[in-house]
């Protein structure tokens, strides 16, 4: 009795079973994460556009490390880590600058008119030039490059703006030429899902890396996001220099002092006008 008993729960809880899968369906198999939207290039350039705007200035305790190549012709390299402060004020003025114990080591700037590089350890020289002008092009470390790789500028729209587009997985990737139609002079990697640049490449009009940036963290700062983590790579005069910039205590209220961006000579340093050396090069 006790045996037939268990036989029928047996059979029951069997049928209850089949009938149970059978009522679900087919199962489903996972099908992984769902696709990306793609957003139009036009969408992709409206958001960037309007977050590129809402940052005038920048304000910023700054982490650095820098690897440069030895001045002796050996393929070995220096590292750098440094404390210090970057500025940035749009359009034209930027500052960075790193120290060690509280003396300073480097510093790279740029006003409207004038850029400049100062390294005090072993060689204590400022290298400088106009803006815009044929030296500006010589220093590896452009100030230049580096304020686009900071990603807070405005890409002008275009009728061919979607031919110019290319989708590279979770990226859209925009290329910009130069106006005759020559090599691509920057190519941006946005985010789809954020539209925010996730890596910078600049070329010079031969088509040659002058730049290549990656935008690593994003962190917001009242109702903005700034990117606070930076990889990037200079190229120039057959030279390559790498910078890793971290920024904390970000302020984009707090605006920069303006002296910060004036030109001055540290105090015994060697000055060299790379635009004057140019000029006596094509003579």
Known sequence: ??????????????????????GCGPIKQPTGPEPLPAPTAEEVLAVHNAWADSIEHIWARADLRLNVPKRDGSAE?????LDGHLFLQKPDNLFLHGEVLGQDQFTLGASEERFWLWVRPQVNTVWTGRRGGPGERRLVLSPSALAEALG????????????????????MV??????????????????????????????????RRLLMAELLRYERVGEIEVCTAYRARFY???EEMDLVLRLKEVNL???????????????????????????????
């Open 77 to 81: 390299r220096k590292k750098f880590d």
């Open 174 to 207: 925009l290329s910009e030429y130069r106006r005759d139609g020559g090599a691509a002079v920057r190519r941006i990697w946005f985010d789809r899902r954020t539209s925010r640049p996730a890596r910078i490449d600049l070329f010079d009009e031969s088509g």
């Open 236 to 238: 120039g005069n057959g």
């Open 152 to 171: 807070v500028f405005r890409v002008a729209p275009s009728e061919d703006l979607e031919q110019r587009c290319a989708l590279h997985g979770e990226h």
């Open 1 to 22: 009795m006790k045996q037939s008993r268990r036989g029928s729960d047996l059979f029951f809880f069997l049928a209850w079973t089949l009938w149970a899968v059978a």
């Open 253 to 283: 209220d707090k605006k920069p002092n303006p002296r910060v961006f004036e030109y001055r000579v540290p105090p015994g340093a060697a000055e060299k006008d790379l635009d004057e050396e140019e000029d006596l090069r094509k003579e």
